[in-house]
């Protein structure tokens, strides 16, 4: 399923999950302007195509104890596509990591991680670059201020 697939209703049903999928289907369904049937056709139609990926609850870190945020820069000494994806395996193990991109110029990869504080953010740092011997360098930003965070894709 591409973009090319979806119509008006098939976006403005994403455009209402994005905000809250805790819509039942009668209530998306009456906020899109078509039939509760039609709607969970739309919605499964767009799940089993990969267009939505999942449902979640988006946790406010700071209120579970994960107040601090690091971007991180990763460069690897090799990068074979093996020794790349061997490094993903590894961090995409680590809870804490949550997302992980590949990228270029510059740097490998850039990883967004989330930890309660500094301590925590050097054992992890420890566990995850320290100890591989395919680490390169590794740069940290730490965020002092998060002045927007969107889940919402513009559909």
Known sequence: MTANDLDDVDRRILNILQLDASHTNAELAELVHV????CLRRVKYMTEGGVIER???????????AR????????LDVQAAERMDEFE???AAEAAVLQCYRVAPGP???????????????A???????TRTN??????????????????IAV
């Open 89 to 91: 395996q590894h961090v």
């Open 35 to 38: 039939s509760p049937p039609t």
């Open 124 to 130: 992890l740092a420890h566990r995850l670059f320290a």
């Open 135 to 152: 680490v390169r360098n590794v740069k940290a930003y730490f965020s002092t201020f998060r002045s927007k965070f969107e889940t919402r």
């Open 68 to 75: 601090l945020t690091a971007i991180v820069e990763i460069t």
């Open 108 to 122: 490998d990869f850039v990883l967004i991680v989330q930890v309660a504080d500094m301590p925590a953010y050097h």
């Open 55 to 65: 449902q979640v609850a988006i946790v406010a870190p700071e209120k579970v104890g």
